[in-house]
């Protein structure tokens, strides 16, 4: 029955890791890749987890202003080329990265500022939560019937 519980959590899982990357790219919130392809499924026993990076959450919210990493200038140069945001010169993509950091600093993104969502996680987390539900009510009432 373990083995079966695993199966479950496994299928479920990537179906819910499919449905958020669906979201993610249809939200046109890809820029390089990298935020979807660190989505990664792991399974043991019965036990199960969808992994990302750990700034996942502000796709569905976006950042609130506040402190930003060290590197957070060359965070969004990469973003802009993989965007196919190009500068004159590498002065002006340096200006641009620093009023861009300053503006978020202070403020967050512009979903953060909007107060709005995009929802990239929590339908799929409820309909996989449902299916889950139905699917692992299924087995132990077939368990327990066969049982009796």
Known sequence: MVQQIGDILSKELEQLK???????EEAGQ???????????VKVSD???QLLGNSYAGVLERGRR??????D??????????AKGIY?????????????VTQKIRQEGTKLYRSGQTV??????????????ADKLAGLYTNEITNTI
């Open 87 to 99: 500068f004159a010169n590498n002065t002006d993509a340096r200006r641009w990265a620093w009023f």
């Open 30 to 40: 890809v820029a390089s890749g990298r935020t979807r392809a660190a989505f990664e």
């Open 46 to 48: 019965s036990n199960g």
């Open 119 to 132: 929802d990239i996680f929590t339908t799929p987390i409820e309909e996989m939560t449902e299916r889950l």
């Open 65 to 70: 202003g506040g402190k930003v990493p060290y």
């Open 18 to 24: 499919a449905d958020i990357i669906r979201r993610h």
């Open 72 to 81: 957070f200038k060359d965070i969004l140069l990469r973003w802009a080329e």
